[in-house]
């Protein structure tokens, strides 16, 4: 018999990002997002080596919140690393409605969606003074959440994403994901975004992300 040619390791992860209650029919409710509450449990039945889910959970005063700093929602801020000074590595913030406070119903994960075939959650944004968009670590890269440590423990190679919001969370997770080394695939038909303007291809694309959809990541498992 020949000897079958050596392939790559594959070892697929999911990372279902934020499919909490406040961003699907809440205070952030995100367009569109209930509909994707199926294909993610489509998603999650297919075996892949990890399901992860992540929950944005945030203390009551977060500094992204709009009334934490008395200022209309939606408007920005200028925001620095804690201790930081100005000038020193800003970035800026959407101030959002508030969203997600720590283990209100707002918090929880939408009705519908089958948590319980994730097999670990990942909390970020815990930090009243760090905003974090991303499930792998603040944005200077102070400090990482277990997803990091997770993902290399398992041997993981790729992440398949979906979930909320695409030009928030799913994009700032992915950019990371490509950073951490891992071939990362967004899947188009399992996110939905704030904006609809669609721009987050453009820069998922441009750092490596590869796009696909539901029914192409049944065929790849
Ligand atoms: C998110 C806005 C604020 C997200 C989280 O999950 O994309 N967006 N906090
Ligand atoms: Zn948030």
Same mark, same amino acid.
């Given at each position: 018999?020949?000897?079958?040619p050596?392939?790559a390791?594959f070892v697929?992860a ?5 499919m909490?209650?406040d961003f ?6 995100v367009?569109?997002?209930p509909?994707?509450?199926d294909?993610v449990n489509?998603?999650l039945?297919f ?5 992860i889910g992540?929950k944005d ?5 977060h #500094?992204s919140f709009? %009334?934490?700093?008395?200022k209309?929602?939606? +408007?920005k $801020?200028?925001?620095y690393p804690?201790g930081g000074?100005?000038g ?7 101030l959002?409605p508030?969203h997600?406070v720590?283990s209100?119903p707002?918090s929880e994960?939408v009705?519908?969606?089958n948590h319980?075939?994730l ?13 974090s ?7 200077w890269h102070?400090s990482?959440t277990?997803l990091?440590d997770?993902?290399q ?7 398949? #994403?979906a979930?909320? %919001?695409g030009?928030y969370?799913?994009?700032c +997770?992915? $950019?990371d ?9 967004v899947i188009?038909?399992?996110?939905r975004?704030v ?5 987050e291809?453009?820069v998922?694309?441009k750092?490596?992300i590869?796009e ?8 790849m498992?």
């Open positions: 018999m020949a000897i079958p050596s392939s390791p697929p999911l990372l279902v990002i934020d909490q209650h699907v029919h809440g205070s952030l409710a367009p569109g997002a509909q994707i509450i294909v489509k998603l039945s075996p892949f080596a990890s399901k992540t959970f945030h203390p009551s005063n #500094i709009a %009334a934490t700093h008395r209309p929602e939606f +408007s $801020i200028t925001i804690p000074t100005e020193e590595r800003a970035l800026e913030q959407v959002w508030v997600c720590a209100t707002g994960f009705h519908g969606f319980e075939a097999d670990i959650v990942v909390h970020k944004g815990t930090h009243p003074d760090i905003e968009y991303s499930a792998f670590r603040d944005p102070l990482n277990e990091p997770l993902l423990a398992r041997g993981v190679t790729d992440v398949f #994403i979930g909320l %919001a030009d969370c799913v994009k +997770s992915a $950019i994901s490509v950073l951490f080394g891992y071939k990362t695939w188009q038909d399992a996110i975004s904006s609809d303007t669609g721009s291809w453009e998922m694309e750092e490596g590869l696909l959809d539901s029914i192409q990541t049944g065929e498992l």
